[in-house]
């Protein structure tokens, strides 16, 4: 049972917008930054988003994120097959004094 | 361009310690502003936050594994090294180690290892 809570899986169509929610509380996601990963099979996670909206050097526009009050949500605009992957949400935990994921969201680009 | 090498035993004996360390190149581990980070994923599960040390000398770990955890750092070898004691199968999983981005948010991983397969299997 994770933290964060996410869905387990979105799809959508190929040049469409997909979004993928992350639920928390007080303690994780409502005062502290949010991150989100993109995980491709046999691969190592890559930071998408950080600071709750902010996109590393090289990570595109079309992805985006949001936070308000106890949930985040990461954007992924013209969706393409190369989206296709296991996406993750993260935070600071203030309660834990840790870090906190969800458990991840599968998008299938249809 | 800073880069990130897990390396130790693919398989550890039940109630034995897993020993991992992590080579850092492309900069020093001293650099300020960083953590360093373990993180781990058991096949076809999520990510687990194991724990951390910063820049600072503080560390913080998973409160779930707090008792059996030690992170530290190796700045002449410019490494940094997880310990984990009393090893079950439930500690079987892909280790990764990561780095924190500069004075970024606590879940920000900007560097990442490529992961290594650790087994607990007598």
């Known amino acids: 049972q994770s933290v964060l809570t996410q869905p387990p899986s979105v799809s959508a169509a190929p040049g469409q917008k997909v979004t993928i929610s992350c639920s928390g509380s007080?303690?994780?996601?409502?005062?502290?930054?949010v991150s989100w990963y993109q995980q491709l099979p046999g691969t190592a996670p890559k930071l998408l988003i950080y600071d709750n909206n902010k996109r590393p050097s090289g990570i595109p526009d079309r992805f985006s994120g949001s936070k308000s009050g106890t949930s985040a949500t990461l954007g992924i605009t013209g969706l393409q097959t190369g989206d296709e992957a296991d996406y993750y949400c993260g935070a600071w935990d203030s309660s834990l004094s840790a870090v906190v994921f969800g458990g991840g969201t599968k998008l299938t680009v249809l | 361009q800073v880069q990130l090498q897990e390396s130790g035993p693919g398989l550890v004996k039940p109630s034995q310690t897993l020993s991992l360390t992590c080579s850092v190149s492309?900069?020093?581990?001293?650099?300020?502003?960083?953590?360093w980070t373990w993180i781990r994923q058991p096949a076809g599960k999520g990510l687990e936050w194991i724990g951390r040390?910063?820049?600072?000398?503080?560390?913080n770990y998973n409160p779930s594994l707090k008792s059996r955890v030690t992170i530290s750092v190796d700045t002449s070898k410019n490494q940094f090294s997880l310990k984990l004691s009393s090893v079950t199968a439930a500690d079987t999983a892909v280790y990764y180690c990561?780095?924190?981005?500069?004075?970024?948010?606590?879940?920000?991983?900007?560097?990442w290892g490529q992961g290594t397969m650790v087994t607990v299997s007598s």
């Open positions: 007080s303690s994780n996601i409502v005062n502290n930054y």
């Open positions: 492309g900069d020093s581990i001293s650099s300020g502003g960083y953590c």
């Open positions: 990561a780095r924190r981005g500069p004075n970024w948010g606590s879940s920000a991983f900007d560097v």
């Open positions: 040390i910063c820049s600072s000398g503080s560390t």
